[in-house]
């Protein structure tokens, strides 16, 4: 059973025992595709739920290797036959681990999320010619490589010049034909940006496009380059926020608002319904990290503070 699932029938059995009586039905979701990372952008399941994305969009993102993501649905007998927002959402809480390290570097153990940075991703492709690596003079070369590589270098420095709450990164990175013997012919690289603020990721998109310009240009090289995701920053329901802070406050934890750095199926459900996050600590703020981990004491109160938040929300509006 997924530890969403047994959450559920916790809360369901608490519920019960308190005596707690709630015409609200209690749905646990799983949303599909929220990571990004096979088929882009993010939030896919989600944004699709929210309005952000259309079910043929989702539907027509291809993989690395040309796999549909509808295909693939229907592959492993996800592809569900419900039409997309039947089911009417009245308030949805996430509850999830930080991904960062602010909670643990504070002793903390919630975080009560406010909102979730705003967030862009780039697709790059850089374009030069393959060659002897023997044969072909340095003066004469177009090393796609050389250009993606100072990019990497130019990225970063657009996010540290707007840090401490910018973020830049190339994670992905294909080169052509990738052979230690040729001159690279082309390369293909994603970008992330991030920041809570529009306008600063509004013109750090300008300055990596001028970037690209003035750096690949120069070494005869060419480039196409375009944003595949677009996530504004979101604000959470005050209401939702006021009852995980009354929860973790019930429960005797320690708290502190944030916003969430990583991108959450709560930014698009927040288009849709009153929407707001728990997180709990992760070790050494590690994720995306096969030694990722947090502890059953710190989901427990994860939980805890979801029941608390839950039952508040509901008395009020349910
Ligand atoms: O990329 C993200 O922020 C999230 O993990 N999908």
């Known amino acids: 059973m997924c530890w969403a699932c047994s959450v559920r029938l916790e809360v369901m059995r608490t519920l019960h025992a308190t ?156 080169v052509r034909p990738n052979s230690r013997n040729v001159v690279p012919g082309e390369v293909f690289f994603c970008v992330d940006f991030r920041h809570p603020d529009e306008a600063v990721l509004e013109t750090m998109e300008q300055e990596f496009r001028a970037a690209l310009k003035d750096t690949i240009e120069p070494l005869g090289l060419t480039y196409e380059e375009k944003r595949i995701w677009d996530s504004p920053a979101v604000r959470f329901d005050t209401e939702m926020i006021g009852c995980v802070r009354g929860g973790a406050e019930k429960a005797g934890y320690l708290t502190r608002d944030m916003v969430s750095g990583a991108g959450r199926d709560a930014a698009y459900i927040a288009r849709v319904a009153p929407t707001t996050m728990i997180f709990v600590p992760c070790a050494g703020g590690v994720s995306h990290n096969e030694s990722e981990s947090t502890s059953f004491d710190e989901c427990g109160s994860g939980a805890q503070v979801l029941l608390e938040a839950v039952l508040a929300y509901d008395r009020r509006f349910g």
């Open 19 to 174: 005596g707690y009586e709630t015409n609200a039905p209690l749905e646990i979701i799983n949303w599909t595709n929220e990571e990004g990372s096979r088929f882009a952008p993010a939030m896919l399941a989600s944004g699709v739920f929210a309005g952000a994305f259309t079910r043929e969009f989702a539907y027509s993102r291809r993989d690395r290797d040309g796999k549909a993501f509808e295909a693939e649905l229907t592959r492993i007998g996800y592809k569900g036959s419900e039409p997309v927002g039947q089911r009417k959402i009245g308030a949805m809480f996430e509850l999830h681990i930080e991904q960062g390290p602010i909670l643990e570097a504070e002793g903390k153990t919630i975080g009560v999320v406010t909102g979730v940075q705003g967030m862009r991703w780039y697709e790059v492709t850089v374009a030069g010619q393959a060659a002897h690596t023997g044969a072909t003079p340095m003066h004469l070369r177009k090393n796609a490589l050389l250009g993606a590589s100072r990019m990497v270098e130019q990225i970063h420095a657009i996010a540290i010049k707007h840090s401490p709450d910018a973020v830049g990164t190339v994670g992905l990175m294909e």
